[in-house]
């Protein structure tokens, strides 16, 4: 469980540097990038670990990057804008949610799938006879 918090942590900081270099608004797609990325770099085996790292990357990242935009608005002393319904706001949260499982999938498919790193083992010297 400790190696699928770190690839959350890890994740998170990686959508959320995407997110602020990129030139335009992604919506989900830098974390799902960076869920997968790291899901398949921390080696998560299982996808009980896959969906903890994955919900934790989209979580943090929806929720830093909104933060964000919320102090942008109150240190330029702008009027927050009103809050519209439409088919998009309504929509994002679950598209969010199965983007998340089906990252979590992918990464853990890809880390199951590399190849296992080769050990080699100890060369062992039969014992010397007394001379």
Do not use: C, H
Not at 54 to 67: G, Q, S
């Amino acid at each position: 469980m400790d190696r699928s918090i770190k690839a959350g942590i890890y994740g998170f900081i990686l959508a959320v540097v995407i997110n602020l270099f990129s030139p335009t608004y992604l919506d989900f797609v830098p974390s799902f990038a960076a869920a997968i990325l790291v899901i398949f770099i921390f080696g998560v085996d299982t996808f009980k670990e896959g969906l903890v790292s994955a919900f934790m990357t989209y979580f943090f990242t929806i929720e830093v990057l909104n933060t964000l935009v919320g102090a942008i608005y109150y240190y330029s002393n702008e009027q927050y804008p009103a809050i519209t319904f439409d088919v998009y706001s309504v929509l994002s949260p679950i598209v969010s949610a199965v983007t998340a499982v089906i990252a979590a999938y992918v990464g853990v498919w890809l880390a199951k799938k590399r190849k296992p790193q080769q050990t080699t083992l100890p060369i062992v010297q039969p014992p010397s006879l007394p001379a």
